[in-house]
């Protein structure tokens, strides 16, 4: 396979896309040239998988990826206002959403921490719960650099997210 351009590279809009190698697969340019180990690798092995499961459609992922970025702000407010209420299961549901979307990007640190901060919301201990809060922020934080750097950007979006 060669190298194509479905449209510019303007915020939102799907880029060039590589293909890989053996696996077949096409993906962003910026997945082709990863380091060998860290947090990017973890993500752009789960873009791969990701491209796969959608029959390699670099826009589909492109726009995946794009508004997982532009819902990231409202998740982590969202979550910050369950913690400051009385509701741990809504608390819960919020957390389950960040952590699977997630997972679905290969973003084992983050999934990791929303994980561990969802069992601290089940055990109630409220100091323990914003300290996880706090760690997942940062996760949160270097995956979104990760991501910035592997050439995506958050999409402007209208529409408002459940979680």
Avoid: K
């Avoid at 957390?95 to 601290?120: D, F, I, K, P, Y």
């Amino acid at each position: 396979m060669s190298s194509t351009s479905e449209t510019g590279a303007s915020e939102g809009e799907p880029r060039a896309s590589r293909d890989l190698g053996a696996s077949g697969e096409d993906v962003p340019d910026a997945l082709g040239s990863l380091p060998p180990a860290g947090p990017q690798q973890s993500t752009a092995s789960g873009l791969r998988r990701l491209a796969a499961e959608v029959g390699n459609d670099v826009s589909v992922v492109d726009r995946f990826v794009c508004d997982y970025l532009g819902l990231l702000d409202h998740r982590m407010d969202g979550l910050a206002e369950l913690l400051a209420g009385d509701d741990p299961q809504a608390t819960r549901i919020w957390v389950l959403s960040l952590e699977t979307t997630s997972s679905m990007l290969g973003a084992t640190e983050v999934v990791n921490t929303a994980a561990a901060l969802r069992a601290l919301v089940e055990a109630g201990n409220d100091e323990a719960t914003m300290a996880g809060y706090r760690r997942l922020e940062a996760a949160v934080g270097r995956l979104r650099a990760s991501l910035n750097e592997l050439g995506f950007s958050a999409r402007p979006s209208s529409r408002s997210a459940a979680g």
